[in-house]
């Protein structure tokens, strides 16, 4: 923003950097959304690998041997 305001003046600067803030707010209130749910997506999705891998080493343990999809 210096460069703004060395070359356009103080009022300018201060109108961009407040634009900027706007966006970066607008961006988070709309887009969180999307975002959180996409990681719980991702979430869930290592979850059930982690699960599988995990009884799969206890059938295999046990002497059984597990049918999945």
């Known amino acids: 923003m210096r ?3 060395s070359k356009k003046g103080a ?3 201060i109108k961009a950097r407040a634009r ?3 966006m970066a707010y ?3 209130i709309t ?3 999307e ?3 996409e990681r719980v997506k ?3 999705t290592k979850l059930k690998v982690r699960e599988l891998k995990l ?3 206890l059938a295999n343990k046990r002497g059984f041997q597990l049918n999945h999809q």
């Open 3 to 5: 460069k703004i305001r």
């Open 11 to 13: 009022p300018i600067a």
């Open 20 to 22: 900027k803030i706007a």
């Open 26 to 28: 607008h961006n988070i």
């Open 31 to 33: 887009k969180v959304n």
């Open 35 to 37: 975002y959180v749910e």
């Open 42 to 44: 991702n979430y869930e």
């Open 55 to 57: 009884l799969t080493l």
